[in-house]
């Protein structure tokens, strides 16, 4: 089954590999999948007079990815809990800054390596954390009760997307693929331009709250809630290609990505409409 995201099917190309190498995932009934590739040696299953027993992956499945997804989010969570709490005030710039470097790096490699690695996915989770946490309680010494509004609005936003891709009111077309990626590099270039830029002193307006900033946040509200069709897609795709189970925790990264993206966008544009303390 072929795939318009080449990450996925950079995956789905990993996972071929493991099946030529004999790791094939089980059907639905138990039954492998794919034929042993190797001939069965004395002593071992599959020997003559032995039963056959190849090797079998699990492949996986859309619980898996809610399983995994919900665990990345507790992670954030209590991450999120601890930078709040241990962070001082002083230092939740050098926090967030930090976090986000080091995010972007783990983000990136989890996003084009060939193999699906767990633990770069939790230590996403965590360091994303960290940067969600010290802004967060930065926002909200400026705007009382703008974290809760800021949640609330993401899950929302998230759920609202989730119904909208079941009843196929939106569908991940190539061309809404292509698209969609294309849009998005184009955003966090911008954004790391600006970021650059502010560094250095100069204002582009962008993050500053005034009409140009609230449009862009706007931009960046509706790409990020059409990136989880993205996410959903290759939630299908994963398990129509029938993907070993691991793959599941870079499924999970996907939706966890688009939503801190989410709700940071989310904090700035409430934080435009609530005054100028």
């Given amino acids: 089954m072929k795939t318009s995201n080449p990450v996925l099917a950079r995956l789905g190309q990993a996972a071929e590999r493991e099946r030529a190498a004999g790791y094939a995932p ?5 039954q492998p999948g794919y034929p042993q590739q190797y001939p069965p040696q004395a002593g071992y299953p599959g ?15 859309i619980d898996d990815v809610v399983v995994k997804t919900v665990t990345l989010l507790a992670i954030l969570g209590v991450s999120a809990a601890a930078a709040w709490a241990l962070v001082p005030d002083a230092l939740l710039g050098v926090a967030w800054i930090g976090a986000a470097v080091v995010g972007l790096v783990i983000g990136l490699i989890i996003s084009f390596s060939r193999m699906a690695n767990p633990a770069l996915v939790v230590a996403y989770a965590v360091v994303e954390g960290v940067l ?4 967060s309680k930065f926002f909200e010494s400026l705007y009382d009760g703008i974290v809760l509004q800021a949640v609330t609005a993401t899950f929302g936003v998230f759920f609202v997307m989730a119904m909208l891709y079941r009843a196929r009111v939106i569908r991940a077309t190539p061309k809404f693929v292509k698209g969609m990626i294309a849009v998005m590099a184009g955003l966090f270039a911008v954004m790391l331009i600006n970021l650059v830029l502010a560094l250095f002193g100069v204002n582009t307006g962008l993050r500053d709250g005034s009409p140009l900033a609230i449009g862009f946040s706007i931009v960046c509200i509706v790409v990020a809630s059409l990136s ?3 996410s959903f897609k290759e939630v299908e795709d994963g398990v129509r290609m029938g993907l070993p189970q691991r793959y599941s925790w870079v499924a999970a990264f996907g939706i966890l990505v688009s939503l801190i993206w989410l709700y940071i966008e989310m904090l700035r544009l409430l934080s435009y409409f609530q005054g100028d303390d």
């Fill in 132 to 135: 969600v946490g010290a802004l």
């Fill in 228 to 230: 989880f069709v993205l």
């Fill in 26 to 30: 089980t059907g639905p009934y138990g």
């Fill in 47 to 61: 020997a003559p007079g032995l039963p056959s027993a190849p090797p079998a992956v699990t492949p996986m499945s």
